[in-house]
C-alpha cells in the first residue's frame, strides 16, 4: 500500500501474523485433544518427544522483519520443569541466530493454561532465503509432559 504524505510516496509494511493452532496436523506425534486452549487440537510435548512442532518460513516470507514477537499458550505441570520457546534462523543448514525464551521463568501457574511471549531483534545480516524456525524444546533430563496451543510469529519492522 502507498500512502501520500506531502508529495512523497512511501511504502507502509504490513505486518505479518503465523499462527500454529495444530488443527490440521491430528494423525502427529505430537497432537492431543487431551487438553486444548481453543479449538479441538493442541501439541503434547512428551519425554520421548522433546522437541514439539512449530512454525518454519523463509525471511522472505515473513516480509524481511527486523524483529518477531513469538507468543504461545502453554501448561507447565510445575515449577521444576523446564521447557523453551526458541527462535532459530539458519542459513545453509548453519545456525545464524538463536535464541530462547525460558518459559519455566515466565510460568507462575501450574496444570492450566498460561500465556508466554517475548520479542526478538533478528540481526541485521539475515537474508532472503534465511529459514525462521519458532518451536518448543524441552530442556533437561528431568522430563514432564507440556502442552502448547495456539504459537503465534509475528513480524514487526
Same mark, same amino acid.
Given at each position: 500500500?502507498?500512502?501520500?504524505?506531502?508529495?512523497?510516496?512511501v =511504502?507502509?509494511?504490513? $505486518?505479518?501474523?503465523?499462527l500454529e493452532d495444530y488443527e490440521n496436523h491430528p494423525d502427529n506425534v505430537w497432537?492431543?485433544?487431551?487438553k486444548v486452549h481453543s479449538g479441538n487440537w493442541a501439541c503434547k510435548i512428551t519425554p520421548q518427544n522433546v522437541y514439539g512442532p512449530g512454525i518454519t518460513r523463509s525471511w522472505e516470507l515473513l516480509g524481511?522483519?527486523?524483529?518477531?514477537r513469538v507468543s504461545a499458550w502453554v501448561i507447565m505441570p510445575h515449577g521444576r520443569a523446564?521447557? =523453551?520457546?526458541?527462535? $532459530?534462523a539458519k542459513r545453509d543448514n548453519a545456525?545464524?541466530?538463536?535464541r530462547l525464551l525460558p518459559i519455566e521463568q515466565v510460568v507462575k501457574r501450574y496444570n492450566q493454561w498460561e500465556q508466554v511471549y517475548d520479542t526478538f531483534t533478528l540481526p541485521e545480516t539475515m537474508a532472503p532465503t534465511d529459514v525462521v524456525k519458532v518451536y518448543l524444546w524441552q530442556i533437561g533430563e528431568k522430563r514432564n509432559t507440556i502442552y502448547?496451543?495456539?504459537?503465534?510469529?509475528?513480524t514487526l519492522f
Open positions: 500500500m502507498l500512502v501520500g504524505t506531502g508529495g512523497c510516496q =511504502a507502509e509494511k504490513k $505486518e505479518v501474523a503465523v497432537i492431543t485433544n487431551e524481511h522483519p527486523t524483529r518477531l523446564t521447557a =523453551a520457546l526458541v527462535v $532459530e545456525t545464524i541466530y538463536y502448547m496451543d495456539d504459537l503465534m510469529l509475528e
